[in-house]
């Protein structure tokens, strides 16, 4: 009888062990189905935080030459509070900043003095949707600005409201970065001359700002 040739040996090991895994194990299909994308849960920004912010402001006025606009740089505190939806979850939260101003002086095209603002301050409310770790948000609240000049002229506070938005990022759970725009509405623009009291002179600024806050 011939010997049996080594490749028809091999093919018949082969199969034997084929079937034998077979038997011991039921084959799993489910390697050849696309593995389903894990949804991961979305990031929670309820809590404090503090930071820093820098930017860049103008003001205007009637009846006042345009500002040349200037820098500003402060700092920023506040606390979110998350509530989850029924599709994305919704983030509310109260904010106090304050910044100081450099440059932002204009003179009138009367003589009526002229405004160089110096300090604005905010207490804002914030209300965004959570996209991951994005929050696009809107914000609106309160601002008072002080001004200040060598002369009586264009010196003291006004308070008006301020609206605005912006978008934060969360970079790693505790340090996340932001910018945002406000349009401030001040009111009369202010002044220490007696016989221009009844003068209506609106002021109006607009800010855009970019920050880091640490929250905690």
Do not use: C
């Amino acid at each position: 009888m011939p010997a049996p040739h080594p490749l028809a040996v091999s093919a018949a090991v082969t199969t034997l062990l084929a079937v034998t895994a077979a038997q011991a194990e039921p084959f799993d299909r489910s390697w050849l189905s696309p593995a389903p994308i894990a949804s991961s849960a979305s990031f929670s920004w309820r809590g404090g935080y503090a930071g820093l912010h820098g930017g860049f402001a103008r003001f205007s006025a009637d009846n006042l030459a345009p500002a040349q606009g200037g820098y500003l740089a402060g700092a920023q505190g506040g606390y979110n509070v998350q509530v989850s939806g029924s599709t994305v979850p919704a983030v509310f939260g109260i904010e106090l900043e304050g910044s100081y101003l450099w440059r932002q002086t204009s003179r009138p095209q009367t003589a009526a003095g002229s405004i160089a603002p110096r300090w604005i301050g905010a207490a804002k409310l914030r209300t965004g949707i959570v996209l991951g770790r994005f929050l696009p948000y809107a914000t609106a609240g309160l601002a008072l600005v002080h001004s200040e000049e060598p002369v009586a002229d264009g010196r003291g506070w006004q308070i008006g409201y301020l609206y605005g938005g912006g978008l934060e990022y969360a970079v790693t759970d505790t340090v996340s970065i932001k910018a945002e725009y406000n349009y401030l509405q001040l009111g009369r623009t202010p002044s220490d001359n007696r016989l221009e009291f009844m003068s209506s002179r609106p002021l109006t600024a607009q800010t855009i700002k970019a920050g880091a806050n640490i929250r905690f």
